[in-house]
């Protein structure tokens, strides 16, 4: 891949093979949303931390290990990539279907993300506004989903699809309201 073609997240189904086949029990989404709670908390040597949490017993000779580890690496590369302008997008099943796979995985992308934004420490989490702690509260609360026994009713995938809007829309502010903080903590330089 040349530098100037941009880095896109692998498609949900083609992670979620490669993680069966290597042995890791995490779904595609739930690692998402840990890359990108990272990337949000301005987690420091968030690569490092990556690699540590989910290469660790990948043996280096296995090239199914080796396939995955490709693909885990575009999702990191996708999601430390972003900037404010790029829509954000989240890892989840293609098709937006209400079921036990794709409400699960809107489940485990928000135990992801609340990982990775927790590893940036308590310090993030104080400096929040109360708006951004009650989004943190709702991601919490979407990690309690019942992902059995869900109907796929119109008004359920309605539902479904205003859940992860409100997860995009509340990770930009977030997002946003942390790089505002820290610009205006970085040391200012004279021209």
């Given at each position: 891949?040349?530098?100037?073609?941009?880095?896109?997240?692998?498609?949900y189904a083609a992670v979620a093979a490669a993680l069966q086949r290597?042995?890791?029990?995490?779904?595609?989404?739930?690692?998402?949303?840990?890359?990108?709670?990272?990337?949000?908390?301005?987690?420091?040597?968030?690569?490092?931390?990556?690699?540590?949490?989910?290469?660790?017993?990948?043996?280096?000779?296995?090239?199914?290990?080796?396939?995955?580890?490709?693909?885990?690496?575009?999702?990191?590369?996708?999601t430390f990539i972003a900037d404010d302008t790029m829509a954000l997008?989240?890892?989840?099943?293609?098709?937006?279907?209400?079921?036990?796979?794709?409400?699960?995985?809107?489940?485990?992308w928000c135990q992801g993300f609340l990982f990775g934004l927790g590893?940036?420490?308590?310090?993030?989490?104080?400096?929040?506004?109360?708006?951004?702690?009650?989004?943190?509260?709702?991601?919490?609360?979407?990690?309690?989903?019942?992902?059995?026994?869900?109907?796929?009713?119109?008004?359920?995938?309605?539902?479904?699809?205003?859940?992860?809007?409100?997860?995009?829309?509340?990770?930009?502010?977030?997002?946003?309201?942390?790089?505002?903080?820290?610009?205006?903590?970085?040391?200012?330089?004279?021209?």
């Amino acid at each position: 891949m040349s530098s100037s073609e941009p880095v896109t997240l692998p498609e949900y189904a083609a992670v979620a093979a490669a993680l069966q086949r290597c042995g890791l029990s995490q779904c595609p989404a739930e690692l998402h949303g840990f890359a990108l709670g990272m990337a949000v908390g301005g987690v420091p040597e968030p690569l490092t931390v990556w690699q540590h949490e989910l290469y660790a017993a990948f043996d280096p000779n296995d090239v199914l290990a080796n396939e995955c580890r490709a693909l885990l690496d575009r999702v990191f590369a996708a999601t430390f990539i972003a900037d404010d302008t790029m829509a954000l997008e989240l890892l989840l099943p293609q098709d937006i279907v209400v079921d036990s796979t794709r409400v699960g995985a809107v489940r485990d992308w928000c135990q992801g993300f609340l990982f990775g934004l927790g590893l940036a420490g308590e310090t993030v989490a104080a400096r929040l506004s109360s708006d951004s702690r009650e989004l943190l509260s709702d991601f919490s609360e979407f990690t309690r989903l019942d992902s059995d026994d869900v109907d796929n009713s119109d008004a359920n995938r309605a539902a479904l699809i205003e859940i992860e809007e409100y997860l995009r829309e509340g990770v930009m502010l977030i997002r946003d309201e942390l790089a505002r903080q820290r610009l205006s903590q970085s040391p200012q330089t004279a021209d």
